[in-house]
Every structure is written in C-alpha cells, then in structure tokens.
C-alpha cells in the first residue's frame, strides 16, 4: 500500500473519529443539562418535603392540642365571653349607639330601678317612650328576642 493510500485512509479515518467525538460530545452535554435540571428539581422538592413535614408537624401538635381541650373548655370559653356581654357598661366608660335600646340602670326619683331605654344624641339625654327624666349610671345591650317558629316572637 502506498503512502498516499495510507495518508487517505489514516485522514478517513480521523475525520470518522471526530465526527463520533462530536456526536459524543453533543450527547454528553445534553446529559449534563439534563442532570441540572434533575438537581434543581431535587432541591425544589426537598424545600417542599420540609415545608409539608413542618406543616403537618404543626398539624399534629393543634390535633394533640385540641384532643387535649375537653368539650368543657370550649363550652366554659363561650360562657365566659356571654357573660362578658352581659356586664353592666358605666356610662362614664362608653354610650351605646345611639337611638338603640338598652337596659339601663335609672337612679332617678321616678323610677329607681332597671328601665329600656335610648340615648339621645342630640339632647344628650337618655329617654324612654313615655319620660325624659331618666338619670342612667350603667346600661347593657338587650337580648336577642326569642325566635318561635322560625320568626322573632312578637308577644
């Protein structure tokens, strides 16, 4: 075989080899893009695992809290804040709305005693239907009429 049969093949051959190291080449970057795109997606889904883990941790710890409560706390808490709307407000702390009834305290000579009535804003007076003469120190909001029936009981 002659040299230059040689040089052509050996130039072949060499253009061959480097044609497969492109290729090779080319493969292995995709690979390596695709192997980021997997360690991104690794770390996005081990930030979400902690955030589920400490979400249902703090899930578990308000179950254990709220099968520690007994039916009683609850109930003992809703007393407590009723009771809490029912106490007498002094007028010298807040007015109720104005125009809306109330049960007051009257300390005056005509009635001494617990009476419905308004305030008045505009006389600053405290009024009821029939008297003006009403000397209040406490009031409280009134109870929900009693619903019969489906309907606010008018009796």
Not at 23 to 40: F, G, I, P, Q, Y
Not at 97 to 126: G, H
């Amino acid at each position: 075989m002659s040299d230059e049969t040689r040089m052509t093949l050996l130039h072949s051959n060499t253009n061959d080899i480097v044609e497969e190291l492109l290729m090779w080449k080319s493969l292995a970057a995709e690979h390596l893009d695709r192997v980021t795109e997997l360690e991104a997606e690794n770390i996005r889904l081990g930030i979400e695992y902690q955030r589920m883990r400490l979400a249902l941790g703090d899930i578990a710890i308000n179950s254990k809290r709220a099968l520690n409560e007994s039916p009683t706390d609850h109930l003992a808490a809703r007393l407590r804040q009723e009771r809490q709307d029912d106490k007498w407000i002094p007028v010298s702390e807040r007015l109720p709305d104005n125009w809306k009834p109330v049960l007051t305290i009257d300390i005056s000579k005509s009635t001494r005693d617990m009476v419905t009535a308004f305030y008045n804003p505009e006389t600053s007076l405290w009024s009821t239907h029939f008297s003006c003469d009403l000397w209040v120190t406490h009031w409280m909001p009134l109870p929900e009429s009693p619903i019969m029936y489906g309907k606010v009981c008018e009796e």
